[in-house]
């Protein structure tokens, strides 16, 4: 960018000069039309220089806006999976589903209490009452997983969908098993490619933007929570955009 913006600050000087010129050595009938281009061509390479200022600013308050919206979308795609997790130890990678349970779905509240009972088989043994400590789970009731994480709004039907950028597109869900250690551990992705949420903005900056990799910037070519490749549940955006967590 700043290779072109010398170019034409170079080629609009160089017309001046020209313009200069033109007005000491050439005939005064050929004048007017010359002088007519010239100040055409300048106006011209200014205004290029201006854009090509300008472009990446519009660009980069179009694209904050797209992020910002995309992510509350995968907020609340990621929370529901947490509490689908909670009640049914895994993920899922079927939004229908996943909406389906949001919609029926319950909490159980539970509180642990320490207690002490016999042990009978020390009793047995030494002939006296002999006691041993537990913890009891006593079940206190449940609260609808819609409720919890929703109250009164449905936005929950349409997080599937990406809510900028291409039209009908949806995000991309994943979920499955991940070995560590001898242990599956259950693991969910939720993405969507940098290219379709900004599919009609200037090519030369998305393809900036998808090579990314910067603290303060979503590194990569998506933004996606969680990961099929990591236990995390965390999202690739910087927290200027918000918690990630």
Do not use: C, H
Not at 12 to 24: A, C, E, F, S, Y
Not at 45 to 74: A, C, D, H
Request: charged share 25%; hydrophobic share 40%; aromatic share 10%.
């Amino acid at each position: 960018m700043w290779k072109f913006i010398l170019i034409a600050v170079g080629a609009i000087l160089l017309t001046i000069v020209l313009v200069k010129l033109i007005d000491k050595f050439i005939p005064s009938k050929f004048k007017p039309v010359l002088n007519i281009g010239l100040w055409v061509l300048i106006a011209f390479l200014g205004y290029q220089t201006y854009m090509s200022v300008y472009t990446p600013i519009l660009f980069n308050q179009e694209k904050k806006k797209r992020y910002e919206k995309v992510i509350k979308n995968l907020i609340d795609i990621r929370d529901s999976q947490l509490a689908y997790k909670q009640v049914n130890g895994k993920f899922t990678d079927n939004f229908d589903e996943l909406v389906k349970f949001i919609e029926t779905g319950k909490y159980t509240i539970t509180q642990r209490r320490d207690t002490q009972v016999i042990d009978t088989e020390l009793t047995k043994r030494f002939g006296v009452d002999t006691y041993k400590d537990i913890v009891e789970i006593d079940t206190l009731g449940y609260v609808p997983v819609k409720d919890s994480l929703f109250k009164n709004s449905t936005r929950y039907k349409t997080m599937m969908n990406v809510p900028v950028g291409k039209p009908g597109e949806k995000f991309k869900l994943e979920a499955g098993l991940l070995r560590q250690n001898d242990i599956n551990i259950p693991v969910f992705e939720a993405s969507v490619k940098k290219d379709v949420i900004l599919f009609d903005q200037d090519r030369d900056m998305v393809i900036q933007e998808n090579q990314v990799i910067s603290v303060d910037g979503v590194n990569g070519d998506a933004l996606k929570v969680g990961s099929m490749n990591e236990v995390k549940t965390i999202g690739n955006w910087p927290k200027t955009y918000g918690s990630n967590e």
